[in-house]
């Protein structure tokens, strides 16, 4: 006993880069994990204030072609109502299945193979785990963390995202991934080779889960290929959203999720 | 180590990493390339001091700079690697100087403070995009991304000493 004392002291130094270094390796293999990574992450007040000042000084930078983008995303909405055949009546008591809460993104990443972006919505604001986030043009990801007031989004751009996707045009599903290579392209996979395809097919959400709505925009197919056991294909799909470049975007609140929630715990019990 | 010379080093630990989860690591210059400046601290830490305390300084750094770029541990074992080596490498580019406790990274030659910081740098770069990527099939795209990162973090480093060196003098 008395050696391994002596031991530990003489190597102190030596014991203490270990604990540290196996540590800090440990909360890297965690975080390579989605079902685990769940430390502190920059949606704590600390580092979610710090991202809220150095963004008010750095928004006003964006707001010539933010405004544009909110421009072109409002003749749009107009142009659907006016073309719609009946006049939707605006009722004040009519519930929704969907509530979109605006909001800003306070840090972007796009560059590692994990990539988070943190909002300036949180608990405060109803803001839950697996929600989905879109801006006007697509997807963007799911939040997977929350705090008081900041929660964190796991991007489409992270190799542990999976969304699921359809065809606009056959209703053929699969599921959308990332292989962290570039960030304009993600791969769509479990396709199989009986589908038609071609380049510059639309790409939208399924609606299959409870985190998105059915029809979003997601991307177009770029370029496509069978992968090793040839019957399913690998394609490559092209963003609409550009990842480097988003501000605002919208978090999407399913109405039924807490209803659907329940059902799953019903039957578990 | 008296208590001004420890105001300055918290003073740097939290200004470093600001400068780095703020603007550093949102530079992404040709796509991807982001300088790490923030090792600078590690590199340029009193040669005289307790090394128990700087490796664990060294760790806390890192792993504030995880937190705030949500990447897991990756930055705090690169820093506590380079910290834990820091005299070994420092041994190799100042030799004797090393021995005696005498250097002043202000007055030493550049050819020597160059080697130094190159070494240190790259050793961390190459731990940190191991890290990051982790898979053993990209290991070209992890020695080109320490590569093009290092000589960025290089630059910027001796940039940053040269003036800071200045002002002391």
């Known amino acids: ?269 | 180590m008296n208590n001004n010379s420890v105001l300055k080093i918290i003073l740097s630990f939290i200004s470093l990493v600001l400068l780095q989860v703020l603007i550093c690591s949102n530079i992404n210059f040709m796509g991807e390339i982001n300088p790490y400046v923030y090792v600078i601290f590690v590199l340029l830490y009193p040669v005289i001091n307790n090394r128990l305390l700087f490796i664990f300084t060294s760790f806390l750094l890192g792993y504030t700079v995880d937190i705030f770029l949500d990447s897991g541990g990756v930055h705090a074992a690169a820093s506590v690697v380079i910290a834990y080596i820091r005299p070994l490498i420092l041994k190799f580019s100042f030799g004797s100087a090393y021995d005696y406790q005498s250097i002043k990274f202000s007055t030493v030659e550049f050819s020597r403070r160059l080697v130094y910081f190159l070494l240190l740098i790259v050793i961390h770069h190459l731990i940190l995009f191991s890290l990051v990527i982790f898979d053993e099939t990209k290991s070209v795209l992890i020695l080109q991304q320490t590569l093009y990162s290092s000589v960025f973090t290089l630059i910027l480093c001796l940039l940053f000493s040269s003036l800071f060196s200045r002002k002391e003098t």
């Not at chain 1, 909110?70 to 006049?87: A, C, G, I, P």
């Not at chain 1, 988070?116 to 919505?121: A, G, I, P, R």
């Not at chain 1, 997601?218 to 399913?232: C, P």
Request: glycine share 4%.
């Open chain 1, 1 to 269: 006993m008395q050696q391994l004392f002596n031991f530990f002291i003489k190597n102190k130094t030596f014991v203490l880069f270990l604990l540290l270094f196996s540590y800090a390796l440990s909360l890297t293999i965690q975080s390579h994990d989605y079902q685990r990574s769940k430390f502190l992450n920059s949606s704590n007040q600390i580092t979610g204030s710090i991202y809220a000042t150095f963004h008010s000084i750095t928004q006003y930078f964006n707001l010539k072609k933010e405004n544009q983008i909110l421009l072109e995303e409002n003749s749009r909405l107009r142009m659907t109502v006016f073309n719609q055949k009946k006049t939707a009546t605006v009722d004040t008591l009519l519930e929704y299945k969907y509530e979109l809460q605006p909001s800003l993104i306070y840090k972007n990443s796009y560059s590692l193979p994990n990539n988070y972006l943190t909002l300036n919505k949180g608990q405060n604001d109803q803001i839950e785990e697996d929600y989905g986030v879109i801006t006007s043009k697509g997807i963007v990801g799911v939040i997977d963390g929350t705090s008081k007031n900041y929660s964190r989004v796991l991007s489409i751009l992270n190799t542990n995202s999976r969304i699921n996707v359809k065809l606009k045009k056959t209703n053929y599903f699969g599921t959308l991934s990332w292989d962290g290579e570039s960030p304009e392209i993600t791969q769509l996979k479990d396709i199989q080779d009986l589908v038609k395809l071609s380049v510059g097919d639309t790409i939208v959400t399924s609606g299959y889960s409870s985190t998105f709505p059915p029809d979003i925009p997601v991307g177009s197919i770029e370029s496509f290929r069978l992968n090793d056991t040839k019957d399913l294909y690998i394609i490559d799909v092209k963003l609409f959203n550009n990842m480097r470049t988003l501000e605002h975007v919208y978090i999407i609140k399913n109405n039924d999720i807490n209803e659907l929630k329940a059902l799953n715990n019903f039957n578990e019990q």
